[in-house]
Nanobody, 124 residues
Framework: QVQLVESGGGLVQAGGSLRLSCAAS????????MGWFRQAPGKEREFVAT????????YYADSVKGRFTISRDNAKNTVYLQMNSLKPEDTAVYYC?????????????????WGQGTQVTVSS
């Protein structure tokens, strides 16, 4: 089992940047595929990005491709989401998630473990 704690959210102007972090408990972080999802008010939770166990493969939602970068440091049990060129429509609660699978996961129901979320607000 793994526990996830996100941090790094906040208020930023459009065009700005934020870096989210997700720290995982336990000593087996490297066996988890990690993902970032987000949920805006009144909307369903949506996929943002995912990264495989060793970080070799990364996939992004079309809406964030070219602006967001997912990365991980298995020695620090942490996954990151670097968000650049932020837009008001990026405003949401951002969640990290973990799954003990061997390939990337794109759907929230594929993930077994979730953090509590961190709020990102982008002002226009």
């Amino acid at each position: 089992q793994v526990q996830l704690v996100e941090s790094g959210g906040g208020l930023v102007q459009a065009g700005g940047s934020l870096r989210l972090s997700c720290a995982a408990s336990g000593r087996t972080f490297s066996i988890y595929v990690m993902g970032w999802f987000r949920q805006a008010p009144g909307k369903e939770r949506e996929f943002v990005a995912t990264i495989t166990r060793n970080g070799s493969m990364k996939y992004y939602a079309d809406s964030v491709k070219g602006r967001f970068t997912i990365s991980r440091d298995n020695a620090k049990n942490t996954v990151y989401l670097q968000m650049n060129s932020l837009k008001p429509e990026d405003t949401a609660v951002y969640y990290c998630a973990a799954d003990r699978s061997y390939s990337a996961r794109y759907y929230s129901h594929d993930y077994d473990y979730w953090g509590q979320g961190t709020q990102v607000t982008v002002s226009s």
